[in-house]
């Protein structure tokens, strides 16, 4: 029986290494090894300049001088997408032309005309690249002038990333024949995942943005306006200053917010954190967790599509000044961490080396997956040890069943 117990133990103790570790973690060199899993690289679109002027519009309300969208993706990682992918589609400064004669897809969801998710259902290979089989619809505007782009990102069918859009039950499937894929070399995806458009006078001009002071003590949230923190590019990013923390509003803080007044917040490809550059009550809330000697942030606007003539005043110093410590009953709850991909209001854009958000948010499932089977083996050792000792005192004591044994 203990014997029977030691082997127990022992089996148990693998099953549980084997899934903190990952399969070959026991290679002669010791060291921990991910887990297989697929990884996507982005086609990298060069940006278009539109005619200066009003732009016409063409048959069912298209922007005929907006290029098309043809996303591409080939797999990178180190196991193939068995399932099938899904591709997300986001749309700035313009929406999906929903009109009649405008194609649309049934293996896609369309929300609002701003963004779209398509499936596809096939199997991606390690080392499989390809681009849809047509370019996205054409798109539309609400002006005549237009400034915008098209980003995108790729995952698992089977496997999304933590917060993603329910879009099968909130969103609007299309009613044409489905998209399909077409392979391409795969050597010709650089990263990216981004095609933006602009008129002549926006895509090359000097963007610019202003420093900002956080003030207050430790324990608090603090606001500050963001109205007009940059000149051009749309919005500004911010990175906070260590020792403080993104507090984006309640669900009952924005209901009770003015339908003009905007606030900051995560975007939800990149997870970065982004403030509107409009002149609208744009408002920052951020809370001061701690202390931090010579913490500094940063505010910075990107450059216009064909570069910025001055970027030497594209990003700016956050600064934090605290002010002393509120009092228990005074302080602000802390604010949960929002992983990329958690979603959130905002708009940014992906860097051109920026894949796609797959990897990273895939960490916290295997951690609550080692947990659940370290828990679950431990439960094992213990009912058996119980049983056991249960056995052995119904029997009696050990040297007693031996001496009835010899008898």
Same mark, same amino acid.
């Given at each position: ?6 082997? /127990? ?84 400064? /313009? ?50 002038? /237009? ?76 606001? /500050? ?183």
């Amino acid at each position: 029986m203990v014997r029977t117990g030691r082997w /127990v133990t022992a089996f148990l103790t693998a099953v549980v290494a084997l899934v903190l570790l990952g399969p070959g973690s026991g290679g002669s060199s010791g060291a921990r090894q991910e887990a297989a899993e697929p990884s996507f690289t982005l086609r990298s679109h060069a940006p278009h300049v539109l005619p200066e002027g009003d732009l016409p519009y063409g048959p069912s309300g298209a922007l005929k001088d907006v290029p098309r969208l043809t996303p591409a993706f080939g797999n990178t990682g180190t196991a193939a997408a068995s399932r099938g992918v899904v591709l997300r589609v986001d749309l700035e400064g /313009v929406s999906f032309s929903r009109n009649p004669g405008v194609m649309t897809h049934d293996n896609c969801y369309y929300m609002v005309d701003r963004m779209v998710f398509c499936e596809f259902p096939g199997a991606v290979p390690v080392g499989a690249a390809y681009e849809t089989a047509e370019p996205l619809p054409w798109v539309t505007s609400g002006f005549n002038r /237009v400034e915008g782009s098209y980003r995108y990102s790729v995952w698992p069918l089977d496997d999304p990333p933590p917060g993603v859009r329910d879009y099968k039950k909130m969103d609007e499937r299309g009613s044409g024949p489905a998209l399909g894929l077409v392979p391409v070399a795969a050597d010709s995806l650089k990263g990216g995942g981004e095609l933006r458009f602009a008129p002549p006078s926006r895509a090359r001009a000097d963007w610019s943005v202003k420093g900002i002071t956080l003030r207050g003590r430790v324990g608090e949230y603090v606001s /500050v306006a963001m109205e007009d923190a940059g000149s051009g590019g749309g919005k500004v990013r911010v990175d906070l200053p260590p020792g403080t923390s993104f507090a984006p509003l309640s669900r009952e803080e924005r209901e009770g917010t003015p339908s003009e007044q905007y606030t900051c917040g995560r975007d939800d490809l990149d997870g970065q954190l982004y403030c509107s550059n409009e002149p609208n009550y744009i408002s920052l809330r951020v809370r001061i967790d701690r202390q931090v000697e010579g913490a500094v942030g940063k505010v910075s606007v990107r450059e216009p599509i064909r570069g910025d003539t001055d970027p030497t005043n594209n990003s700016a110093p956050i600064k934090l000044e605290v002010t002393g410590t509120a009092p228990p009953g005074e302080t602000d709850p802390p604010v949960e961490t929002a992983a990329p991909g958690a979603g959130g209001p905002g708009s940014s854009a992906q860097s051109p080396q920026q894949q796609s958000v797959l990897s990273d948010n895939h960490r916290p499932r295997k951690g609550a997956l080692a947990v659940a089977a370290l828990a679950a083996a431990l439960a094992l050792v213990t009912a058996f040890l119980t049983r056991r000792k249960r056995a052995q005192r119904a029997d009696g004591p050990a040297w007693r069943r031996r001496a009835g044994a010899k008898a």
